[in-house]
T-cell receptor, first 116, second 112 residues
Framework: DAGITQSPRHKVTETGTPVTLRCHQT?????MYWYRQDPGHGLRLIHY???????DKGEVSDGYSVSRSKTEDFLLTLESATSSQTSVYFC???????????????FGEGSRLTVL | GENVEQHPSTLSVQEGDSAVIKCTYS??????FPWYKQELGKRPQLIID?????GEKKDQRIAVTLNKTAKHFSLHITETQPEDSAVYFC???????????FGTGTKLQVIP
């Protein structure tokens, strides 16, 4: 499982409320990513991080922000949730420090978010 | 940015038959092409990948081919089994830890 966990795994919230999803990894991977998965759209990159406090936007970053204050944690925040942000969110990691660079992404189990 | 198109979106095959999923990419600088399998309710997991310096790669019943000139790559599954039923995603990146762009997925159903 590459030592990656997401929390919460399920959340129901109302439009306009803030939501934070957490991704925690224990394998000392440098790179962390947040994807959303929606029917017909596959996996779309929201934001990614290439080091502590180093982040960049993906293809669907509007309405989302991220923070990475330490190697282990990558937080995804919806400042004011909307119904269009109802989705399954996957965190992924890659680039274990000191290991061979294979490019493989290791995914978390996903967080299902419903915005009413 | 990179754009990856994947076809078909759904595919049904009889057990024992072969399945082929095709993808095209837009950025000629992309050089790493992984394939992920996602079983129902589970996380995506890498099943095979290919780099641009190789035209074909095999791993038991699965193989991937790459045509750099045409900018397309394909996944081939032979002797399909019910446990091959899943959603398959192709992807492309410029290698290393560059952003990985995924296709929209193919739902494969293997009929016993």
């Amino acid at each position: 499982d590459a030592g990656i966990t997401q929390s919460p795994r399920h959340k129901v919230t109302e439009t306009g409320t803030p939501v934070t999803l957490r991704c925690h990894q224990t394998e000392n991977h440098r790179y962390m990513y947040w994807y959303r998965q929606d029917p017909g759209h596959g996996l779309r990159l929201i934001h990614y991080s290439y080091g502590v406090k180093d982040t960049d936007k993906g293809e669907v970053s509007d309405g989302y922000s991220v923070s990475r204050s330490k190697t282990e944690d990558f937080l995804l925040t919806l400042e004011s949730a909307t119904s269009s942000q109802t989705s399954v969110y996957f965190c992924a990691i890659s680039g274990r420090q000191g290991a061979e660079n294979t490019g493989e992404l290791f995914f978390g189990e996903g967080s299902r978010l419903t915005v009413l | 940015g990179e754009n990856v198109e994947q076809h078909p979106s759904t595919l049904s095959v009889q057990e024992g038959d072969s399945a082929v999923i095709k993808c095209t990419y837009s950025d000629s600088a992309s050089n790493y092409f992984p394939w992920y399998k996602q079983e129902l309710g589970k996380r995506p997991q890498l099943i095979i990948d290919i780099r641009s310096n190789v035209g074909e790669k095999k791993d038991q019943r699965i193989a991937v081919t790459l045509n750099k000139t045409a900018k397309h790559f394909s996944l081939h599954i032979t002797e399909t089994q019910p446990e091959d039923s899943a959603v398959y995603f192709c992807a492309a990146s410029k290698g290393g830890y560059q952003k990985v762009t995924f296709g929209t997925g193919t739902k494969l159903q293997v009929i016993p």
